[in-house]
């Protein structure tokens, strides 16, 4: 466990709050959608689609009736987490086919698990459509949404707007950070 992992009875917890004082989860496809929104709308996010995810996050937010969005390292898919040291599974593409549907949304969260602000403009890019590819031949629908790897992303012009630039070229929707 690290800073960023949350104990599943506190998660639980979170969740029961959540759903004491009225809120409902949405997807980004929601979000993004022209219809209403619920009076309490919340989006719940969880980067790198650990294998453990199922078992312990979803089963507790499908039993509250929540939703969620995962942000998928695409190349790192069936491997371990890498960035990070290794040794913990993530979910593989038969888990991603198999789960994904109206209660877990995919989102992108770059090929490497790259920090952006140590990218160029076309190595973003790049990286957006090898990612895309790849989910797209494996039949994962996923939200065009971005979570920034590190939350980075950069942080100087001309590169800042540049990024905005090219995101919104080639369809990327939006882009969050921690």
């Given at each position: 466990a690290?800073?960023?992992?949350?104990?599943?009875?506190?998660?639980?917890?979170?969740?029961d709050?959540?759903r004491?004082?009225?809120?409902?989860?949405?997807s980004?496809?929601?979000l993004?959608?022209?219809?209403?929104?619920?009076?309490?709308?919340i989006?719940?996010?969880?980067?790198?689609?650990?294998?453990?995810?199922?078992?312990?996050a979803?089963?507790?937010m499908?039993?509250?009736?929540?939703?969620?969005?995962?942000f998928?390292?695409v190349?790192?898919?069936?491997?371990e987490?890498a960035?990070d040291?290794?040794?913990?599974p993530?979910?593989?593409?038969?888990?991603?086919r198999?789960?994904?549907?109206?209660?877990?949304?995919?989102g992108?969260?770059?090929?490497?698990?790259?920090?952006?602000?140590n990218?160029?403009?076309?190595?973003?890019?790049?990286?957006l459509?090898?990612?895309?590819?790849?989910?797209?031949?494996e039949?994962?629908?996923f939200?065009?949404?971005?979570a920034?790897?590190y939350?980075?992303?950069?942080?100087?012009?001309?590169a800042?707007?540049?990024m905005?630039?090219m995101?919104?070229?080639?369809?990327?929707?939006l882009a969050?950070r921690?």
């Amino acid at each position: 466990a690290d800073a960023l992992t949350v104990p599943l009875e506190i998660f639980n917890a979170q969740l029961d709050a959540l759903r004491a004082r009225g809120y409902e989860s949405i997807s980004f496809a929601e979000l993004l959608a022209s219809g209403p929104l619920p009076s309490k709308p919340i989006l719940l996010t969880f980067d790198d689609a650990y294998a453990d995810f199922e078992p312990f996050a979803l089963e507790s937010m499908r039993a509250r009736k929540f939703k969620a969005t995962v942000f998928l390292p695409v190349g790192h898919v069936g491997g371990e987490n890498a960035w990070d040291g290794g040794g913990e599974p993530l979910m593989n593409w038969d888990d991603l086919r198999r789960l994904g549907g109206p209660d877990v949304e995919w989102g992108l969260h770059s090929w490497n698990h790259d920090n952006y602000r140590n990218l160029d403009i076309e190595a973003m890019r790049n990286d957006l459509q090898r990612c895309r590819a790849k989910l797209r031949e494996e039949s994962v629908d996923f939200a065009e949404v971005l979570a920034y790897p590190y939350g980075g992303f950069p942080r100087t012009e001309p590169a800042r707007s540049d990024m905005k630039v090219m995101f919104r070229k080639e369809g990327l929707q939006l882009a969050l950070r921690i």
